[in-house]
């Protein structure tokens, strides 16, 4: 019987944790985008800071709950989710702001934060759940 030939790779300072989300400072706000007839179209504006050990933040992934108990996605795009390497210093705290739009029709009443999931550049995913935490309103 012959035994499979591996190779031992040893790195001395392996990344194996996701990016940090400082969940006690996160704001959110939600503008119709016509305040003067609402019509669930909603500019959601969201600031968190963020900060990674090794690799630095990738891209990140932001989940919705609204009133009716329905999840929506939307893809949170750091500076750098394009490029192979972070730029700057990964451990770093940095604040970032990113603005996503609920579609016309979208369900009126109290929305909430349901969840964050950060990537970092070594492919580290880290997943904050805020259910029941983090709300805002729609008209």
Do not use: M, R
């Amino acid at each position: 019987v012959d035994e499979a030939n591996t190779i031992e790779i040893v790195t001395p300072s392996p990344d194996d944790t996701g990016a940090v989300l400082d969940v006690n400072d996160i704001t959110i706000s939600a503008v119709p985008s016509v305040p003067e007839q609402p019509n669930g179209e909603t500019f959601v504006t969201l600031t968190v800071k963020v900060n990674d050990d090794i690799s630095g933040i990738k891209i990140g992934y932001l989940k919705f709950l609204d009133p009716q108990g329905n999840i929506h996605g939307y893809w949170l795009y750091f500076p750098n989710s394009h490029d192979y390497y972070f730029d700057g210093d990964p451990t770093e705290v940095v604040e970032y702001t990113f603005t996503v739009t609920l579609p016309k029709g979208s369900a009126p009443g109290t929305w909430g934060v349901y969840e964050i999931s950060l990537t970092d550049c070594a492919l580290n995913t880290a997943v904050y759940n805020f259910t029941e935490i983090v709300h805002f309103e729609v008209s």
